[in-house]
Structures are given as C-alpha cells and as structure tokens.
C-alpha cells in the first residue's frame, strides 16, 4: 500500500490535518520570508508568540494575520516568554479575546532566560487553570515521562516533549524517555524544541512522535524557506518509516538480501 498522509491524519482539537509539520513564525527577516517558509513546510498550524508578535493588539503595526489569515491556516497562540503560570494564563486569556474565541494553545512555562527550560510546576500550575477555562492546551514540557503523564491526566489534548534546548538544535538527546512517553500517551505526542535538520525530524517520526513543531530549524538556516521544504519532506519520511516497521536489528548476523539456493556449485 502506498503510503498517503491524507489517509494517516493528525488528529488535534477535534480536527484533522494531513501536515504533521507544525512550523513557528519568529525569527525570519520580515513577514514576506514567514509566509514563504510556511508555504514550503506544508503545515497547516502555525504558532505565534502573542507576546512578540502582532496578531491586532497592535493596530498601527503590520500583522501576521495579513500573510497568515485564519482561513488558511490554524494558529496556535503560545506563551513564549512567559516564567510563571499566572503570565501564561493571562496571554492566552488575551489571544482568545483577539482571536475571537479561538480555544486552541500551545503553553509554555519558562524556568530560566538562559536555558529555556520549562518550568514544570507552574506548567501543570497553568494546564489546570487553561483546562478548567475551556481551552484545548497542548503544552510544552520536559522529556520526563510522568509529568508528561501528568499533564494529559490534567486535560492537555497534546503533550510536547523537548528534543534538547530551545533553539539549541541539538536533536533528540534522550530517545529513550520519548520512547517511554510514546508508548504511555493516549494523546499525540509532538516533539517540540531542538531540532537543527531534517534528519533530527525524520528520527522524532521514526520513534512514533506524531507529529514536530519547529521554528529556528527553519528560521536560521541560511535558506529558510529551502529548509521548510526539507524538513516536510523529513516528517513525511520518518512517519512512513515508522508506519512500515523497520526491520530488527541484528548484531553480528549477517543475512543475504539475496537467495542463496541455485548458485553455482550448490545443490
């Protein structure tokens, strides 16, 4: 059977997506590159960081929603910047009030400005709070296995796990704790920070994440929009690989990709 996304969808918030690439909307020169970028990733969510980029809180400023209109594409308002649970519930407070009732999230909770590690405490601090609120919360976390069982027992709809840092693009570190997660979820699992290439993106689908976000792979690369197009083709790729079943692997035995019987020689 030929592999079709159309056939394998993301499901999240109640809808469907074929993309399973979610892509950020910082970092590039200016509005013209975002859309490009986000025209060759294929995905079909895009985040936006309410307290960093305009979305009308603004009206005398030039607006994401200009090049990336609510009718082609889902957005997913985030919390980037934001140390404590009380800072993240009001943003998102804020976002469904511009975004006209718009109840999808991603939720961050900062633990320091060096690092960027989440601060897990007022993470499940917030997702308690968003839940309760009607909000459909996929949330940023660490890659430990029982917060991350945590926060989908709260409510979340989306556990998302780091691969490393941050914008440190240092791929997946600790393949064997999103393992852990993956096998015990019950919602998607979205490896969200960390990714430097493409390869990075295809190894997150192989292990059976169901889908990546990412922002600075893409913005910082020398050809972003080059970049985007890789990194689809990367997810694409690594969910098919794992929707195959790859074959075991097998130390120090060596086994013929072709039939032995009939060679010359041999009965």
């Given at each position: 059977?030929?592999?079709n996304?159309?056939?394998d969808?993301?499901?999240?918030?109640?809808?469907?997506?074929s993309?399973?690439?979610?892509i950020?909307?910082?970092k590039?020169?200016?509005f013209?590159?975002?859309?490009?970028?986000?025209e060759?990733?294929?995905?079909?969510?895009?985040?936006?960081a309410?307290?960093?980029?305009?979305?009308?809180?603004?009206?005398?400023?030039?607006?994401?929603?200009?090049?990336?209109?609510p009718?082609?594409?889902?957005?997913?308002?985030?919390?980037?910047?934001?140390?404590?649970?009380?800072?993240?519930?009001?943003?998102?407070?804020?976002?469904?009030?511009?975004l006209?009732?718009?109840?999808l999230?991603?939720?961050?909770v900062?633990?320091?400005?060096?690092?960027?590690?989440?601060?897990?405490?007022?993470?499940?601090?917030?997702?308690?709070?968003?839940?309760?609120?009607?909000?459909?919360?996929?949330?940023?976390?660490?890659?430990?296995?029982?917060?991350?069982k945590?926060?989908?027992?709260?409510?979340?709809?989306?556990?998302?796990p780091?691969?490393?840092?941050?914008?440190?693009?240092?791929?997946?570190?600790?393949?064997?704790?999103?393992?852990?997660?993956i096998?015990?979820?019950?919602?998607?699992?979205?490896?969200?920070?960390?990714?430097?290439?493409?390869s990075?993106?295809?190894?997150?689908?192989?292990?059976?994440?169901?889908?990546?976000l990412?922002?600075?792979?893409?913005?910082?690369?020398?050809?972003?929009?080059?970049?985007?197009?890789?990194?689809?083709?990367?997810?694409?790729?690594?969910?098919?690989?794992?929707?195959?079943?790859?074959m075991?692997?097998?130390l120090?035995?060596?086994?013929?990709?072709?039939?032995?019987g009939?060679?010359?020689?041999?009965?």
């Amino acid at each position: 059977m030929k592999p079709n996304e159309n056939l394998d969808p993301l499901l999240l918030g109640g809808k469907t997506y074929s993309s399973r690439l979610l892509i950020g909307t910082g970092k590039y020169r200016d509005f013209a590159e975002t859309r490009a970028a986000v025209e060759a990733s294929g995905a079909q969510i895009v985040t936006v960081a309410i307290r960093r980029t305009n979305i009308g809180q603004n009206p005398d400023e030039p607006s994401l929603l200009d090049v990336l209109p609510p009718s082609q594409y889902t957005l997913l308002p985030n919390t980037a910047g934001c140390y404590s649970a009380d800072d993240a519930v009001r943003t998102l407070r804020l976002a469904r009030e511009l975004l006209d009732g718009h109840d999808l999230v991603k939720l961050e909770v900062l633990g320091d400005p060096h690092t960027l590690y989440p601060n897990v405490v007022e993470t499940l601090a917030a997702a308690k709070t968003l839940v309760n609120d009607g909000f459909k919360v996929m949330v940023y976390t660490s890659d430990d296995p029982i917060i991350a069982k945590q926060l989908e027992e709260i409510g979340c709809i989306a556990v998302m796990p780091l691969a490393s840092l941050i914008g440190s693009g240092m791929g997946i570190l600790n393949p064997w704790n999103l393992q852990i997660i993956i096998e015990n979820a019950k919602v998607p699992v979205v490896v969200d920070a960390g990714v430097g290439t493409a390869s990075d993106a295809a190894i997150a689908m192989e292990l059976g994440c169901d889908a990546v976000l990412m922002n600075t792979a893409v913005a910082a690369a020398k050809q972003p929009v080059l970049m985007a197009e890789a990194m689809k083709l990367a997810v694409q790729a690594g969910r098919a690989a794992f929707r195959a079943g790859r074959m075991p692997k097998k130390l120090y035995s060596a086994s013929p990709s072709s039939p032995t019987g009939g060679m010359i020689g041999k009965a």
